[in-house]
């Protein structure tokens, strides 16, 4: 399973996709969040989970867009008649942003391995920070914050996505804290949630990759996700 970037071009990341995912065997689902239906980055990125500033209503969970992945995944299960139990999950760019919060909002229990990649900007794991900065202020607690980190998750980042003048970059406050472009984010993030994980006595289930020379939009990253998900 899939999730596209911020432009919503669902067929055309899908076929980027194939190509690796053919000579794996892998089948590619890429389900189109539409502006149209999921306008701005609340109602796709952050999973429509609450309305936009300056309402902030957080909506009912009945309401958020992740159910959308599960029930893709047992139509397509059952419509193929697979056994398989469990499925793969890769984003890139605001496709990543929506895999982290997917992970941490959720029992995700059908997902195997996720893969976030060259994500802009990051949800804190942190319940006194608000959503979708952080993880509160929307009924978590402590174990799913645990349960977060205990994700099989690989954090995938280009070593060339480093542009800290990026058209599409993130420019929030919250966002420039985390540092100047990309790479130095994810990086950041990733050491920030490690030491994290050992201060609250959990095992980080998370690794991280660095795809050599990639940028943002690049084949070299969904080749190497589609190998991840592979492995």
């Not at 899908?14 to 089948?27: C, F, H, K």
């Not at 994980?197 to 990639?214: D, Q, T």
Request: charged share 20%; net charge negative; with cysteine.
């Amino acid at each position: 399973m899939a999730m596209h970037g911020v432009d919503r071009a669902a067929a055309e990341f899908r076929d980027l996709l194939v190509p690796q995912a053919e000579r794996n065997g892998q089948i590619v689902l890429v389900p189109e969040f539409d502006p149209d239906q999921f306008p701005g980055v609340h109602a796709y990125n952050f999973g429509g989970v609450r309305l936009p500033p300056p309402d902030n209503t957080v909506l009912p969970r009945d309401h958020w867009n992740f159910g959308v992945i599960d029930r893709l995944f047992h139509h397509v299960r059952h419509a193929i008649g697979s056994s398989r139990d469990t499925f793969g999950l890769f984003g890139n760019s605001a496709g990543a942003q929506y895999v982290l919060r997917y992970l941490a909002l959720n029992e995700a229990a059908s997902v195997d391995l996720a893969v976030a990649a060259n994500c802009g900007c990051y949800m804190l794991p942190n319940l006194t920070t608000e959503y979708p900065n952080g993880m509160g202020g929307i009924g978590l607690n402590a174990d799913h914050l645990r349960r977060y980190l205990g994700r099989s998750l690989v954090i995938l980042l280009g070593e060339a996505d480093a542009d800290p003048d990026a058209f599409d970059l993130p420019r929030w406050d919250e966002a420039m804290a985390q540092g100047p472009h990309r790479l130095a984010r994810g990086l950041w993030h990733f050491e920030h949630c490690t030491e994290l994980a050992k201060s609250i006595g959990v095992g980080l289930g998370w690794r991280l990759e660095i795809a050599p020379g990639a940028g943002h939009v690049d084949q070299q990253i969904y080749d190497q996700g589609a190998n991840i998900l592979n492995s």
